[in-house]
């Protein structure tokens, strides 16, 4: 069936808090096997948003773009996968085996710049689209690829 609005929903997040309060919500009903897609442009929220879904999964390390490595692993309720290729010309490459492996099913994978990875990407996913950038205030909108991923847009106030 086509996307449907039970599949999507969309909220405004006014300052860089809100962002924060939506991610950690996310967070907290992240469940072993997800993966989390964070899409929008250069300065858009992706990695702040993510630093909070890490911080609702308990994860109490400071999550950061990783530069020069494919994937970090953060320990939280369950373990964080956090890919970030936006600096790596190979992703795509790296990953041709698959975006996750045995090891990433135990907890949860978070990708900046999905775009990335072209064909690696799986379609049972929840998207996080984030608009705007500066200080204006950011559209974020959550897209449950399969029903499993509803859960997310529940908590979304
Ligand atoms: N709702 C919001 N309103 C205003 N600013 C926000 C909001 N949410 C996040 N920001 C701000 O957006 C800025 C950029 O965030 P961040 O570095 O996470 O972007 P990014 O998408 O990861 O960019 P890049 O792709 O360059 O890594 C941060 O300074 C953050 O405070
Ligand atoms: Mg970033």
Do not use: N
Request: aromatic share 6%; with cysteine; charged share 25%.
């Amino acid at each position: 069936m086509p996307s449907s609005t039970a599949d999507r929903r969309q909220i405004m997040a006014a300052d860089p808090a809100a962002t924060s309060a939506l991610g950690r919500a996310l967070g907290a009903v992240a469940h072993a096997g997800d993966l989390v897609c964070l899409w929008g442009e250069l300065g858009a929220g992706k990695t702040h948003l993510a630093k909070a879904f890490a911080a609702g999964m308990g994860v109490t390390e400071t999550v950061t773009s990783p530069s020069f490595i494919l994937m970090a692993e953060y320990r939280g309720r369950l373990p964080l996968f956090h890919i970030d290729p936006y600096r790596l010309a190979s992703a795509e490459d790296a990953l041709a085996g698959g975006l996750i492996d045995e090891r990433q099913r135990e907890g949860v994978t978070l990708v900046e710049w999905p775009e990335r990875l072209g064909d690696a990407l799986p379609a049972a996913r929840l998207d996080i689209r984030i608009d705007g950038t500066g200080d204006d205030r950011r559209s974020i909108t959550l897209i449950a690829g399969s029903d499993d991923y509803r859960r997310y847009l529940e908590v979304a106030a």
